[in-house]
């Protein structure tokens, strides 16, 4: 059912099965697969956010995703080529972005956190976890398929994946020791009053 022309569109308005099953091939022709698919609103504007990843990564070796700015651009202009042929899944104007997760991605599934074992990653919890914390900050690592488990401060927390709120990887620069400064110039030494 179509919505009348006075009322605000909303997630409803939206097909995202068919979304997915138009832009899937074009995903298939440049190799990236369908991470997230988003439909939201921000200061009355409307924008479809396409969030994608090379196919076949498996591993955690590339949170971002492997995928490129180009990458990006490609695959936004031919998606958009699409979705313009497919005018009715989206029954009104709208923005669309194109992205690789980054690399602070969301978690949104209990394969996502196996995937990135040994990550650092942010967890807010609906409930506190056992030992009353609910927002948790350490390495993801190995937890039964219904839970999540973190090392934080050297301690093991599980969780209910379903009291996940919210979960991202933590992105860290290494940290490089400092260099000493040089004192003066090497080989020379300064005396007072002689010039």
């Not at 369908?34 to 955690?60: A, K, M, N, P, Y």
């Not at 969301?106 to 807010?124: C, H, M, P, Q, T």
Request: with cysteine; charged share 30%; proline share 5%.
């Amino acid at each position: 059912m179509q919505q009348a022309s006075n009322e605000e569109p909303s997630k409803k308005t939206v097909d995202f099965d068919r979304i997915r099953a138009a832009v899937g091939p074009v995903l298939a022709t440049h190799g990236v697969v369908f991470v997230d698919l988003e439909w939201f609103t921000d200061q009355g504007s409307w924008t479809l956010r396409l969030t994608i990843e090379r196919e076949g990564l498996s591993d955690s070796s590339d949170p971002a995703g492997g995928v490129s700015l180009d990458d990006c651009v490609e695959v936004s202009r031919d998606v958009s080529t699409v979705l313009d042929a497919h005018e009715d899944a989206i029954p009104h104007h709208y923005s669309l972005e194109v992205s690789s997760p980054g690399l602070e991605r969301r978690l949104k599934s209990v394969s996502d956190f196996r995937r990135f074992r040994g990550k650092l990653a942010r967890v807010k919890l609906a409930r506190p976890a056992p030992d009353g914390q609910s927002l948790l900050r350490g390495e993801l690592v190995e937890a039964p398929d219904d839970k999540v488990a973190v090392i934080v401060d050297g301690k093991r927390i599980e969780a209910p994946f379903a009291d996940v709120v919210e979960a991202r990887l933590v992105f860290e620069l290494a940290t490089q020791p400092k260099k000493q400064k040089k004192s003066g110039r090497a080989g020379k030494s300064k005396q007072s009053g002689n010039r």
